[in-house]
């Protein structure tokens, strides 16, 4: 750097400060459990046929059987989404002329439950649809969930009670913060499906009368992580 002449150049701060200001770097962590607040399930609906226009039939009637159950849920399920779409033929495995032997046909749907009270009684009336399976739930936490924001405070507390103590160990107290360095908060790994629930129901339909029993279903709390690292300036410790 190029001094002036007649100004002096201000004295650039130390990095880990002096003898008598000297700096205390901490890292504040924190791990909480919070109830889950959604909860997400997969529904994959197929059909099949010999002729590809009765295929794509079957294939409609039962998306809207889906769609239609869903949607009379109301409130109760936030979003939903229809994802994949696929119609494939199958060749014969034998003869020399390629031959479709059936079609296959397959929609993916999405939905996110809020009210986990009717959770179960809908996945088992999905699960007892033709050709319809069902995999779920996943639990989460909504993305704007006031549980990021308490673990991500539970840190920066940690961080300050844990710069007292090692000042403390040194005569000496906190003065003022340096930096504070935000490392994210972010929730836990979503369960594998294995860890869910996930059923199947590729039979034909119910039986006139006959009412799915609804699951029982144990929401899994979820756990929200925070981490920063925070710097302080401390008094001259009495050593």
């Known amino acids: 750097m190029t001094n002036t002449p007649g100004h002096s ?15 205390v770097a901490v890292q504040g962590e924190a791990s909480l459990e919070f109830d889950p607040e959604i909860a997400r399930i997969g529904v994959q609906v ?8 009765e295929a794509l039939n079957a294939l409609t009637r039962r998306n809207s059987e889906v769609l239609e159950l869903l ?32 079609y296959h ?6 939905a996110t439950v809020g009210d986990f009270t009717a959770l179960g009684e809908l996945t088992t009336r999905l699960a007892d649809l033709e050709l319809t ?16 924001r308490s673990a991500r405070q539970q840190a920066v507390r940690e961080a300050v009670t844990r710069a007292r103590e090692y000042a403390g ?5 906190l003065v003022a913060l340096v930096e504070l ?36 279903l144990e929401p899994q709390r979820q756990t929200v992580r925070a981490r920063v690292n925070a710097r302080f300036v401390m008094s001259r410790p009495a050593l």
Do not use: C
């Open 9 to 23: 150049a201000a004295p650039e701060p130390l990095p880990y400060g002096t003898p008598d200001t000297p700096r």
């Open 46 to 53: 197929s059909a099949r046929g010999t002729d590809k226009r």
């Open 71 to 102: 949607k009379g849920y109301g409130e109760a399920v936030e979003k939903l989404s229809t994802g994949a779409f696929s119609v494939s033929p199958e060749l014969t495995e034998k003869g020399r002329r390629e031959r479709v032997r059936t």
């Open 105 to 110: 046909g397959r929609v993916h749907i999405s």
């Open 133 to 148: 399976r069902v995999d779920g739930p996943w639990w989460a936490l909504r993305p704007d969930s006031s549980a990021h």
């Open 169 to 173: 160990a040194l005569g000496a107290e």
């Open 181 to 216: 360095a935000d490392l994210g908060a972010e929730n836990s790994v979503p369960p594998p499906p294995a860890q869910g629930m996930r059923s199947a129901g590729y039979g034909g339909p119910a039986a006139p009368g006959a009412a799915a029993p609804a699951l029982d």
